[in-house]
T-cell receptor
Framework: ETGVTQTPRHLVMGMTNKKSLKCEQH?????MYWYKQSAKKPLELMFV???????ENNSVPSRFSPECPNSSHLFLHLHTLQPEDSALYLC?????????????FGPGTRLTVT | RKEVEQDPGPFNVPEGATVAFNCTYS??????FFWYRQDCRKEPKLLMS???SGNEDGRFTAQLNRASQYISLLIRDSKLSDSATYLC????????????FGIGTKLQVIP
């Protein structure tokens, strides 16, 4: 049981659809993250928000658009995705975006792009 | 060379065995190191941080070797419940923080 929730847990979408993933943390943390986990690949950090400000964007395609309205909520807006975007998308939070803090992960959204 | 490298395994070991995993990193300026555990179809969870002096938590021991740029995880008296994928995480500081995960090492403990 973690303090990070994600919805939906599963999502199937066509390449022309627009959808959003939602993440909420109940831990009072100031940093939130989006990761992508594909089969046989390491977790890839996509975006980091620290105190609601985006601090990292690891060359993620513009078809992924993050939004952090407050320190407890994080969204990932998806549009015109490609089949290779099918993966597990994990949200995480930590006290701050500093290396010594533990990251708490949500259960993930398993995305399939058809 | 990859920034963080792990042997993906699987490591199949009998119950009660001792097993060790290594994780090598390429950036000598890396400052923080962690081991996370990920069960099948679940999210990663922190297993332990890795301190310069090494640290132990029950059956688990983590060590850092800066000279050779690797961290290790030793599991003694393996239990069936230890079956999982163990992810190495390396944090680089400097101009900005960079979080890099290894691909993970899969452990299967066999009865």
């Amino acid at each position: 049981e973690t303090g990070v929730t994600q919805t939906p847990r599963h999502l199937v979408m066509g390449m022309t659809n627009k959808k959003s993933l939602k993440c909420e943390q109940h831990l009072g943390h100031n940093a939130m993250y989006w990761y992508k986990q594909s089969a046989k690949k390491p977790l890839e950090l996509m975006f980091v928000y620290n105190f609601k400000e985006q601090t990292e964007n690891n060359s993620v395609p513009s078809r992924f658009s993050p939004e952090c309205p407050n320190s407890s909520h994080l969204f990932l807006h998806l549009h015109t995705l490609q089949p290779e975007d099918s993966a597990l998308y994990l949200c995480a939070s930590s006290q701050e975006f500093v290396g010594s803090y533990e990251q708490y992960f949500g259960p993930g959204t398993r995305l399939t792009v058809t | 060379r990859k920034e963080v490298e792990q042997d993906p395994g699987p490591f199949n070991v009998p119950e009660g065995a001792t097993v060790a995993f290594n994780c090598t990193y390429s950036n000598s300026a890396s400052q923080s190191f962690f081991w996370y555990r990920q069960d099948c179809r679940k999210e990663p969870k922190l297993l332990m941080s890795v301190y310069s002096s090494g640290n132990e938590d029950g059956r688990f021991t983590a060590q850092l070797n800066r000279a050779s740029q690797y961290i290790s995880l030793l599991i003694r008296d393996s239990k069936l419940s230890d079956s999982a994928t163990y992810l190495c995480v390396v944090i680089n500081s400097g101009g900005y923080q960079k979080v890099t995960f290894g691909i993970g090492t899969k452990l299967q403990v066999i009865p």
